[in-house]
């Protein structure tokens, strides 16, 4: 892959739209002529629409969940047609605070890979254990994939990407810090003899792995050359346009 995926998670974030475009434009006018990174702005679904409208290329837009179904009685829900329709490319699927907080288990996390894969949107799935010490870490990553990726087309696999975000390392959670690298490596070449034992060894290869939780400008890049993978999913830091202008500059 010659180019790093950025994913900008913003959470339940901003509270206005002024906010959020302000948040927008103050990073697509600072990153100009951009060639080694993909950046996804993945804002709450309210602010989608009059974001499809100020987003310039490269930079793209994507939302932070998904329901299954196409159209119809769903209460409160967001189909993938609708978001593919407004300008979305990607969806975060299966993020550990939607497990918490909503209870989204492997099944349900599933059916949203594959609508969304069925409608045109790159999902991009989070797997990661819980605790820091927690034994079986591979066990934990396996299961996450194998179920969250069962009944996948092999030829629809091109589109996913996957993201290894330890609960743990999260901005936001109890004693949180970075996952070092050279475990980011280890879970990184993990996750991908899985995918090629789902999808094949060249397909797999093609699948983007990121990582997730408490990235900032002073460890992006080490995740990239040092873990050897293909992006990152920023949270907190993606809220601060400086800080995240930093963290793809530094990809580079
Ligand atoms: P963080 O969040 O960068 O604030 O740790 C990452 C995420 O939860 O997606």
Same mark, same amino acid.
């Given at each position: 892959?010659?180019?790093?995926?950025?994913?900008?998670?913003?959470?339940?974030?901003?509270?206005?739209?002024?906010?959020?475009? /302000?948040?927008?434009?103050?990073?697509?006018?600072?990153?100009?002529? *951009?060639?080694?990174?993909?950046?996804?702005?993945?804002?709450?679904?309210?602010?989608?629409?009059?974001?499809?409208?100020?987003?310039?290329?490269?930079?793209? *837009?994507?939302?932070?969940?998904?329901?299954?179904?196409?159209?119809?009685?769903?209460?409160?829900?967001?189909?993938?047609?609708? *978001?593919?329709?407004?300008?979305?490319?990607?969806?975060?699927?299966?993020?550990?605070?939607?497990?918490?907080?909503?209870?989204?288990?492997?099944?349900?996390?599933?059916?949203?890979?594959?609508?969304?894969?069925?409608?045109?949107?790159?999902?991009?799935?989070?797997?990661?254990?819980?605790?820091?010490?927690?034994?079986?870490?591979?066990?934990?990553?396996?299961?996450?994939?194998?179920?969250?990726?069962?009944?996948?087309?092999?030829?629809?696999?091109?589109?996913?990407?996957?993201?290894?975000?330890?609960?743990?390392?999260?901005?936001?959670?109890?004693?949180?810090?970075?996952?070092?690298?050279?475990?980011?490596?280890? /879970?990184?070449?993990?996750?991908?003899?899985? *995918?090629?034992?789902?999808?094949?060894?060249?397909?797999?290869?093609?699948?983007?792995?990121?990582?997730?939780?408490?990235?900032?400008?002073?460890?992006?890049?080490?995740?990239?050359?040092?873990?050897?993978?293909?992006?990152?999913?920023?949270?907190?830091?993606?809220?601060?346009?400086?800080?995240?202008?930093?963290?793809?500059?530094?990809?580079?």
């Amino acid at each position: 892959m010659d180019k790093s995926l950025i994913i900008a998670n913003w959470k339940m974030n901003p509270e206005t739209l002024a906010e959020a475009k /302000a948040l927008l434009n103050s990073v697509q006018n600072d990153l100009t002529g *951009l060639e080694k990174t993909e950046v996804v702005f993945c804002s709450p679904f309210i602010f989608l629409d009059s974001l499809a409208h100020l987003i310039v290329e490269p930079f793209q *837009l994507g939302s932070q969940n998904v329901f299954y179904e196409e159209r119809g009685a769903f209460t409160g829900e967001i189909s993938p047609v609708m *978001l593919k329709k407004i300008g979305c490319q990607y969806v975060i699927i299966g993020h550990s605070e939607r497990k918490q907080y909503l209870g989204e288990a492997d099944e349900l996390i599933n059916k949203k890979v594959l609508a969304a894969l069925k409608n045109g949107l790159k999902p991009i799935l989070c797997l990661g254990e819980k605790d820091k010490d927690a034994s079986g870490v591979s066990d934990i990553l396996k299961t996450q994939l194998e179920k969250g990726l069962t009944g996948v087309d092999a030829k629809r696999a091109k589109n996913l990407i996957i993201t290894y975000e330890p609960v743990w390392a999260i901005s936001t959670s109890e004693n949180a810090a970075a996952c070092q690298p050279d475990d980011a490596l280890v /879970a990184g070449l993990f996750i991908r003899k899985i *995918l090629a034992k789902l999808f094949g060894r060249r397909r797999a290869e093609k699948i983007p792995i990121l990582y997730g939780g408490s990235v900032d400008s002073k460890n992006a890049a080490s995740y990239i050359k040092e873990a050897q993978l293909n992006g990152l999913l920023v949270g907190n830091a993606s809220l601060k346009a400086k800080e995240f202008v930093r963290i793809i500059k530094s990809l580079s």
